[in-house]
């Protein structure tokens, strides 16, 4: 069995062929299973991305509820203080004036109150407000 040089090329051309097109479907199939792991794995951080956003938004609103709350109870504790204070100076108004101690107690002790509140909720106001 002697081969001609044809069939020579021709038997390597055929077994070329053979291997260039699984070679080409091997990278083809390569290309699309890197694509869609990439793909799950692109999604996978998105997802986790939008689990942080989502918390993120849900701690800030939560703080700035809190906020809220306390510059309230602030704003309360002011008014209050007022109230106090003209009840205790009602005194200095009239002719029978007399020096009332539980007034003046009841004024200090609501200013001291608000003071401690303000400083205990701090961390809830800009650096600028600890000037005032």
Avoid: C
């Avoid at 051309?13 to 299973?33: D, M, P, Q, R």
């Avoid at 996978?44 to 709350?69: A, M, P, V, W, Y």
């Avoid at 209050?80 to 200095?92: A, G, R, Y």
């Amino acid at each position: 069995m002697l081969y001609t040089i044809m069939e020579v090329i021709t038997e390597i051309l055929k077994f070329s062929v053979g291997g260039i097109t699984i070679g080409a479907i091997v990278i083809f199939l390569g290309k699309v299973i890197i694509n869609k792991s990439s793909d799950l794995i692109l999604e996978n951080h998105k997802n986790k991305l939008d689990i942080l956003k989502t918390e993120h938004q849900i701690k800030f609103s939560q703080l700035h509820s809190e906020r809220g709350q306390i510059i309230k109870r602030l704003y309360q504790n002011l008014f209050e203080i007022e109230k106090l204070l003209n009840h205790m100076t009602t005194l200095f108004q009239g002719v029978d004036w007399k020096y009332d101690r539980e007034r003046e107690m009841a004024a200090f002790e609501k200013i001291k109150e608000t003071r401690d509140l303000l400083e205990l909720n701090r961390i809830y106001f800009p650096e600028e407000f600890e000037n005032y």
